[in-house]
């Protein structure tokens, strides 16, 4: 890419790699440059390095750069979960000939977003669920995994958790207990409350489906009984999530799994728990509940870190 010229006001590059997309922007001084924003699929690119020199089409890439990815994050390094990628993020840098690549996870770049999340980002689970801007909130997502992140409106922050790998609380297994004649295949949140846990409760009561999507089109009655069961299972997960992290700042919740389970013929019953917690004077019941239907939340987390690197290094 020697040679290249840089793409006018940009000061970063910012990437969200999701299982089958990757979306990607150019940002400036004040944030995504909304000519730039570009989603292009995985499994048309070699690698996360083929995909991002498409991108930038001979471009110069920019000293910043900050991906988001759907799979584990340690340290310096990544890995997509859907696809066979890795991300050095040093190695990244010499590559793309970049001063300093950052890597993080694609739920903590949610969370980086919501200080600042836009209204039409997000949709409102009931009625006078309304955007705080202090305190604390948590991101909830459910789609191949599942993962919270919680965030402190005032300063940014967002501190991470691994709580798909925590075991399911006493409330959901009960719930388990009621529908199924075996509950030893779902001893994490993960085993239940992902896409694949959602199949493998449906093959326990005895449907025969190996996709969510099957499940939700399928004319049987058990498959039926499978996704109310997931649901109602889900209900008291949430309220376990309100104790454990009282997030009076909102619930965020992003995924494909979480916009099945809070459709609106079944988010009154999912959230119906939380709202009728009447303890600690009702402040669990006044939780607001969002989903996010902005595909571009993520890029936005992105966003704010760079920025905060810009400043930080005067760039």
């Known amino acids: 890419m020697d040679g290249g010229t840089a793409q006018d006001g940009a000061i970063?590059?910012?990437a969200d790699v999701g299982g089958t997309n990757t979306r990607l922007a150019f940002v400036g001084r004040d944030g995504v440059l909304g000519d730039t924003v570009v989603?292009?699929?995985?499994?048309?690119?070699g690698g996360f390095l083929d995909l991002v020199r498409t991108y930038l089409a001979g471009r110069t890439c920019?000293?910043?750069?900050?991906?988001?990815?759907?799979?584990?994050?340690?340290?310096?390094?990544?890995?997509?979960?859907?696809?066979?990628w890795d991300f050095d993020a040093d190695a990244l840098a010499m590559q793309l000939g970049a001063c300093?690549?950052?890597?993080?996870?694609?739920?903590?770049?949610?969370?980086?977003a919501v200080p600042t999340v836009a209204a039409d980002a997000v949709e409102p689970l009931h009625e006078g669920a309304r955007l705080g801007r202090s305190g604390q909130a948590l991101v909830v997502g459910l789609g191949t995994g599942f993962n919270v992140s919680a965030v402190d409106m005032e300063s940014g922050v967002v501190f991470t958790a691994e709580q798909g790998h925590a075991s399911l609380p006493v409330s959901v297994m009960?719930?388990?207990?009621?529908?199924?004649?075996?509950?030893?295949?779902?001893?994490?949140?993960?085993?239940?409350?992902?896409?694949?846990?959602?199949?493998?409760?449906?093959?326990?009561?005895g449907v025969d489906v190996d996709t969510a999507e099957a499940l939700a089109k399928s004319d049987d009655p058990r498959a039926r009984?499978?996704?109310?069961?997931?649901?109602?299972?889900?209900?008291?997960?949430?309220?376990?999530?309100?104790?454990?992290?009282?997030?009076?700042?909102?619930?965020?919740?992003?995924?494909?799994?979480?916009?099945?389970?809070?459709?609106?013929?079944?988010?009154?019953?999912?959230?119906?728990?939380?709202?009728?917690?009447?303890?600690?004077?009702?402040?669990?019941?006044?939780?607001?509940?969002?989903?996010?239907?902005?595909?571009?939340?993520?890029?936005?987390?992105?966003?704010?870190?760079?920025?905060?690197?810009?400043?930080?290094?005067d760039v």
């Open 12 to 14: 970063g590059l910012v």
């Open 100 to 112: 300093e690549v950052t890597l993080m996870n694609d739920l903590e770049a949610l969370g980086q």
């Open 62 to 84: 920019p000293d910043l750069v900050v991906i988001a990815v759907a799979g584990p994050v340690a340290g310096r390094h990544a890995r997509l979960t859907n696809r066979n």
């Open 174 to 205: 009960a719930v388990l207990r009621a529908h199924l004649p075996d509950t030893s295949r779902f001893e994490t949140v993960e085993n239940l409350f992902s896409g694949v846990g959602l199949v493998r409760l449906a093959q326990v009561i």
């Open 39 to 45: 989603s292009q699929r995985n499994a048309s690119h």
């Open 225 to 313: 009984e499978a996704m109310e069961t997931c649901a109602e299972a889900f209900s008291l997960m949430v309220r376990e999530l309100a104790y454990a992290y009282f997030p009076r700042a909102g619930l965020y919740f992003n995924g494909s799994l979480a916009k099945f389970l809070l459709a609106p013929e079944r988010r009154e019953n999912v959230l119906k728990p939380l709202r009728d917690d009447a303890s600690f004077d009702g402040q669990f019941a006044r939780i607001p509940a969002f989903l996010f239907v902005s595909d571009t939340v993520a890029l936005g987390g992105c966003t704010a870190r760079l920025l905060a690197r810009a400043r930080q290094a």
